[in-house]
T-cell receptor, first 114, second 111 residues
Framework: NAGVTQTPKFQVLKTGQSMTLQCAQD?????MSWYRQDPGMGLRLIHY???????DQGEVPNGYNVSRSTTEDFPLRLLSAAPSQTSVYFC?????????????FGPGTRLTVT | EDKVVQSPLSLVVHEGDTVTLNCSYE??????LLWYKQEKKAPTFLFML????IEKKSGRLSSILDKKELFSILNITATQTGDSAVYLC???????????FGTGTRLTIIP
């Protein structure tokens, strides 16, 4: 049982490049979400999904796309990277959408945009 | 818009001291308040408090929720160097499917 896995661990992009951050979980969790963590800002919700085929926006969705074609995977796409997207990105999952005390976080991806 | 404010932003104490971390919140439709511990990487869950469970305890850690005054505290007694971390507070909005996090308190324990 690997839990929540994220790849890559580190990434450096140039402004304007696109890329996909991968997130997978093997716990059959319905709810998955993406957060970004910046110094002094705490964790901010980017997008979330309550099940396969269903996604919705969080607090800071601009510049990011998501899809949820399977229960296991929830990739985050940066369409055209900007320096403001330099951050640490965490993927998280929980069994259901309504009770998130069992939310499990992945190890994070540190992204730098130059 | 839901809001969570944690204080202090950082705290440095000696091993063996007792610390109290604060979390105040504004949420339109409160469901639960959660505490997480974040060491070098991903946050790990500590407690969830709801209107039906306003005090939780696990070993040296305990937390209470005051729904009337809209705050929670996290107490750590007999602190150890392994308690050094950022402690995050988050609130859940009923039916919103979203968590709103505070900025965290960075706790450093000096041996």
């Amino acid at each position: 049982n690997a839990g929540v896995t994220q790849t890559p661990k580190f990434q450096v992009l140039k402004t304007g490049q696109s890329m996909t951050l991968q997130c997978a979980q093997d716990m059959n969790h319905e709810y998955m979400s993406w957060y970004r963590q910046d110094p002094g800002m705490g964790l901010r919700l980017i997008h979330y999904s309550v099940g396969a085929g269903i996604t919705d926006q969080g607090e800071v969705p601009n510049g990011y796309n998501v899809s949820r074609s399977t229960t296991e995977d929830f990739p985050l796409r940066l369409l055209s990277a900007a320096p403001s997207q330099t951050s640490v990105y965490f993927c998280a999952s929980s069994l259901t959408g309504m009770v998130r005390y069992e939310q499990y976080f992945g190890p994070g991806t540190r992204l730098t945009v130059t | 818009e839901d809001k969570v404010v944690q204080s202090p932003l950082s705290l440095v104490v000696h091993e063996g001291d007792t610390v109290t971390l604060n979390c105040s919140y504004e949420v339109t439709n409160f469901r639960s308040l959660l505490w997480y511990k974040q060491e070098k990487k991903a946050p790990t869950f500590l407690f969830m408090l709801t209107s039906s469970g306003i005090e939780k305890k696990s070993g040296r850690l305990s937390s209470i929720l005051d729904k009337k005054e809209l705050f929670s505290i996290l107490n750590i007694t007999a602190t150890q160097t392994g308690d050094s971390a950022v402690y995050l507070c988050a609130v859940e909005n009923f039916g919103n499917e979203k968590l709103t996090f505070g900025t965290g308190t960075r706790l450093t324990i000096i041996p």
